[in-house]
């Protein structure tokens, strides 16, 4: 085992699930604000108002609609009283924040995944000026990361859009979310200068195709509008390299990719080509950020459906000439797909998982843990592009036993870590590589972006808060902690 000198070893997390805070310091509210708890049976819902008349209700998040409209006519997304909404508090990084990186900094970590709140920062979204009180949380936040040598990996926007941009465009459907994105990106990339190097714009950009209101603040799903909130992401992307290159060429603005490789079920060609159009739904996305243009195989879909973009020539020069510096992706398993579904049945875990793969265990929402999967995944995203790529999420979320002397036992967890290492171990040192870092997802115990449950927790560290919002919210070092400092420390090298 050696793994490049280096190599950013840490972890992740997203405001939505772990920050908190929910309207203090002049904060707004994001679309994530409106989620609801679930579980793994149970969707999270979205929660609605109709201003004019009064009234309320809910929609599931995991909406698969018959209709192309997310909420019923003239209802927009809104804060209902009496429902609980996990992100409000989450697990209190606003309050939290010197504490826990502390902890990561006791690990070793040396980068930090996370992401700015937008709200935070520009309330309503379309705000002439930012919100001083927000960018001076960050401040403190990266200063503390400085103090342990950590490299903060900041996410411009995960899973959320402030409402405003929701209730007044539509979401990134309208081209206008381009330019109040621009300036959000360009405010915070310098008032940061010097303190933070690296970027993502978009967290899994391709989950716009899947959960538009998660990702683009989308309230029309119609495949127009998914197709021009992806657009208008890309160009937003792109004008946010343009404006680093032209400024601050040491700062690194990288893609993030929903990725996991899709296995055939059987040998029958049928089953490899529903594995290549799978495949194409998701790595177009990363041949028009990090590539540059977009594929034939997706204009020819978008002629197919008679989806025209309200684009300009100006676009595609800049996704050419500024495509992403890097590509990272988060890697939680494979998927596996089939023609047959009469002798595979039913596939578990969520919507993209496809079917059960009788090769590979899963964990008890259904996720196939399967580590050959990192080395697949680096090996087709870095041939198929030829940049530097990032694993900014991977892990395995475990209903974890705090025992009565705050300790946590979960080997599972080491285990699995350490196969994926192993296996990314293969994808630098057999494959050639270029692998920049590891953010292992959710380092701290978080909410969970599908179920809204806190008992599918990822982290080395234990958070004391259960499914309804009760518990202290004390910190306590899970076995994993010890297990993943030691990897730190070794380069890797000691995975026992
Ligand atoms: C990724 C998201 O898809 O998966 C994270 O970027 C999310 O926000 C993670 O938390 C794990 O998914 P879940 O549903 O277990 O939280």
New binding site residues.
């Given amino acids: 085992m050696s793994f490049p000198k280096d190599f950013l070893w840490g972890g ?1 997390t ?1 405001a ?2 772990y920050e908190g805070g929910y309207l203090e310091g002049g904060k707004g509210i994001n679309t994530s604000d409106t989620l609801t708890n679930g579980s793994h049976t149970v969707s999270r819902r979205v929660t609605w108002k109709n201003p004019e008349t009064g009234e309320t209700g809910s929609v599931p998040m995991f909406f698969m609609g018959q209709s192309e409209h997310f909420l019923p006519e003239g209802a927009i997304p809104a804060i209902i009283e009496g429902e609980y909404y996990p992100s409000h508090i989450a697990t209190d990084f606003y309050h939290h924040y010197k504490e826990d990186i502390a902890l990561i900094g006791e690990m070793g970590f040396k980068a930090f995944r996370l992401s700015m709140n937008w709200a935070r920062i520009f309330p309503n979204g379309d705000d002439e000026f930012p919100n001083e009180e927000g960018l001076k949380f960050y401040d403190d936040v990266f200063d503390e990361c400085k103090k342990y040598g950590i490299e903060p990996l900041v996410t411009l926007s ?2 959320e859009t402030p409402i405003g941009l929701t209730i007044k465009y539509g979401g990134w459907k309208d081209r206008r979310c381009i330019d109040f994105f621009e300036r959000y990106a360009t405010t915070v990339i310098k008032r940061y200068a010097g303190k933070v190097k690296y970027y993502l714009t978009f ?2 950009i391709n ?1 716009m195709s899947m959960m538009p209101y998660m990702a683009g603040g989308l309230i029309d799903f119609s495949n127009q509008a998914k197709a021009q909130g992806a657009h208008n992401q890309f160009v937003a992307s792109a004008k946010v390299v343009k404006f680093c290159h032209e400024n601050y060429p040491d700062i690194k603005i990288g893609q ?1 990719l ?1 990725y996991g490789p899709v296995y055939t079920y059987t040998c029958d060609p049928a089953d490899q080509i529903l594995a290549l159009e799978r495949s194409q739904e998701t790595l177009w996305y990363a041949d028009v950020q990090t590539g540059g243009h977009y594929p034939e195989y997706k204009l020819k879909d978008y002629e197919r459906k008679g989806i025209h973009l309200d684009d300009c020539p100006e676009d595609y020069e800049l996704l050419e000439k500024y495509s992403a510096d890097f590509l990272s992706f ?1 890697c ?1 398993g494979s998927s596996t797909v089939t023609t047959h579904k009469d002798i595979a049945g039913n596939g578990e875990g ?1 919507f993209i998982m496809g079917v059960k793969n009788p090769y590979v265990k899963t964990n008890a ?1 259904g ?1 196939a843990t399967d580590p050959a999967c990192l080395r697949l995944a680096c090996n087709t995203l870095y041939y198929r592009y030829n940049k530097p790529i990032w694993i900014v ?1 991977n ?1 395995i ?1 475990w209903n974890d036993e705090l025992e009565a002397d705050h300790t946590v036992h979960d080997d599972y967890r080491i285990d699995y870590l350490r196969q994926n290492i192993q296996s990314m171990d293969d994808a630098i040192n057999k494959d050639g590589v270029n692998l920049m870092g590891y953010t292992m ?2 380092c701290i115990d ?6 809204g449950e806190m008992r ?1 927790r ?1 982290g080395f560290v234990y958070v004391d808060r259960d499914d309804e919002g009760k518990g202290t919210l004390n910190r306590y070092k899970k076995d994993s902690f010890y297990w993943y400092k030691k990897v730190i420390a070794t380069q890797g090298e000691d995975l026992d």
Avoid: D, P, R
């Avoid at 978080?446 to 179920?451: D, E, F, H, I």
């Fill in positions: 992740a997203a939505n699930q995960h899973y967290n899994e989950i993030m929903a988060s939680y969520n929402w996720w999420e892990g979320g997802w959710g978080l909410v969970s972006a599908g179920t599918k990822y």
